[in-house]
């Protein structure tokens, strides 16, 4: 799959303000482990980015070279204009993290690490308000943090992402130990967050949890990236496409929707017409053509190529899911 101009693929004129940027960016650990490998990745302001991979494709490495937790082998990265490596302080006063394994001390309350969180970004949030965001009552963060359910800390880990409102807020694996309502505030969180100009860089193997809430996605592995675009671009790019399928009063002896540019296969069962679809524009032509062809269109649904085979089709591997064993890290 040709890769050569991925970073550019939203075709940006090259003026816009760029959050995250990476050049070349490469990570071995020791002599096997090639985690990343000549990344360029081009984040803008202002965007929901999704960063999506199998277990182990790069992604917290990246992270972790974007916050300066470790070093590249080579290469370099930019955040909001900084030198990752050597700008980390102005980094880490306009970012936000939720890192994928944090360190939460369990004998202090969450309402103290909220109060710590905000005076080391010398910010002004008020807590209750930072509680109230993440879905924390205020009961619960009084207590020690060491009896807070995983969906709890996660929660209170985000109420710190969120402290300083930061200008790019990095979610890695956000969504993990969280219930269905805890996925959706995530959701709700990116969007918000967003929606104030702000940026957030969403890094998941949850798929759905991407196409639902990110402007565009970067897919990562084996440590290199694959495809930047967005989701509807993805699929065009693929031809997975979709599939129309027409229920009619009966089907047409002269039926010519195979005629129509951006379908790629029709078959007719009794009363239904199932078509393929390569070109999203495709698909609206397919019914007027039917109609067109002389029959009744009684019912039309549409079915959308999921993720998971765009993923399959650019990792040449089926994902792997929440809750993968740790031992594959
Ligand atoms: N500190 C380390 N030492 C050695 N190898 C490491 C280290 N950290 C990560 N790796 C390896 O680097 C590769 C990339 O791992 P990384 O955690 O960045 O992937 P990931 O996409 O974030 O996966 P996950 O979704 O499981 O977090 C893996 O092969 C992993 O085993």
Same mark, same amino acid.
């Given at each position: 799959?040709?890769?050569?101009?991925?970073?550019?693929?939203?075709?940006?004129?090259?003026?816009?303000?760029?959050?995250?940027?990476?050049?070349?960016?490469?990570?071995?650990?020791?002599?096997?482990?090639?985690?990343?490998?000549?990344?360029?990745?081009?984040?803008?302001?202002?965007?929901?980015?999704?960063?999506?991979?199998?277990?182990?494709?790069?992604?917290?490495?990246?992270?972790?070279?974007?916050?300066?937790?470790?070093?590249?082998?080579?290469?370099?990265?930019?955040?909001?204009?900084?030198?990752?490596?050597?700008?980390?302080?102005?980094?880490?006063?306009?970012?936000?993290?939720?890192?994928?394994?944090?360190?939460?001390?369990?004998?202090?309350?969450?309402?103290?690490?909220?109060?710590?969180?905000?005076?080391?970004?010398?910010?002004?949030?008020?807590?209750?308000?930072?509680?109230?965001?993440?879905?924390?009552?205020?009961?619960?963060?009084?207590?020690?943090?060491?009896?807070?359910?995983?969906?709890?800390?996660?929660?209170?880990?985000?109420?710190?992402?969120?402290?300083?409102?930061?200008?790019?807020?990095?979610?890695?694996?956000?969504?993990?130990?969280?219930?269905?309502?805890?996925?959706?505030?995530?959701?709700?969180?990116?969007?918000?967050?967003?929606?104030?100009?702000?940026?957030?860089?969403?890094?998941?193997?949850?798929?759905?949890?991407?196409?639902?809430?990110?402007?565009?996605?970067?897919?990562?592995?084996?440590?290199?990236?694959?495809? %930047? *675009?967005? +989701?509807?671009?993805? /699929? =065009?790019?693929?031809?997975?496409?979709?599939? $129309? #399928?027409?229920?009619?009063? !009966?089907?047409?002896?002269?039926?010519?929707?195979?005629?129509?540019?951006?379908?790629?296969?029709?078959?007719?069962?009794?009363?239904?017409?199932?078509?393929?679809?390569?070109?999203?524009?495709?698909? %609206? *032509?397919? +019914?007027?053509?039917? /109609? =067109?062809?002389?029959?009744?269109?009684?019912? $039309? #649904?549409?079915?959308?190529? !999921?993720?998971?085979?765009?993923?399959?089709?650019?990792?040449?591997?089926?994902?792997?899911?929440?809750?993968?064993?740790?031992?594959?890290?």
């Amino acid at each position: 799959m040709d890769t050569g101009s991925l970073s550019d693929a939203r075709g940006s004129a090259g003026d816009e303000p760029v959050a995250i940027q990476t050049r070349g960016l490469t990570k071995r650990y020791g002599e096997d482990v090639l985690a990343v490998d000549d990344l360029d990745l081009t984040v803008y302001e202002g965007e929901i980015f999704g960063f999506l991979g199998p277990n182990g494709a790069g992604k917290s490495t990246t992270i972790d070279v974007i916050m300066d937790y470790v070093r590249p082998s080579a290469g370099s990265a930019t955040v909001l204009g900084f030198d990752a490596q050597r700008e980390t302080r102005a980094i880490h006063e306009r970012v936000g993290i939720l890192p994928d394994g944090y360190g939460l001390y369990d004998r202090l309350s969450g309402r103290k690490h909220l109060e710590y969180a905000i005076s080391l970004k010398r910010a002004t949030d008020d807590v209750d308000d930072l509680l109230d965001r993440v879905g924390l009552d205020a009961s619960a963060a009084d207590r020690v943090v060491g009896g807070y359910s995983k969906g709890m800390t996660q929660r209170l880990a985000l109420a710190i992402a969120l402290v300083g409102d930061p200008e790019l807020l990095i979610l890695d694996e956000p969504s993990s130990g969280l219930d269905p309502n805890g996925v959706r505030l995530v959701r709700e969180i990116a969007r918000d967050h967003a929606d104030r100009g702000r940026t957030v860089f969403f890094s998941s193997h949850i798929l759905s949890q991407v196409e639902a809430v990110c402007d565009r996605v970067a897919i990562l592995n084996r440590g290199r990236l694959v495809a %930047v *675009d967005s +989701i509807a671009g993805l /699929r =065009d790019a693929l031809g997975t496409g979709s599939t $129309v #399928t027409l229920t009619v009063d !009966s089907v047409p002896d002269s039926l010519t929707v195979a005629a129509i540019a951006g379908v790629s296969d029709v078959a007719v069962d009794d009363r239904t017409i199932r078509v393929r679809v390569d070109e999203a524009t495709a698909k %609206v *032509d397919v +019914i007027d053509r039917v /109609r =067109d062809d002389g029959a009744a269109v009684l019912d $039309v #649904t549409i079915e959308e190529s !999921s993720l998971e085979d765009l993923f399959s089709a650019y990792t040449g591997d089926a994902p792997r899911q929440v809750g993968a064993p740790e031992g594959e890290r």
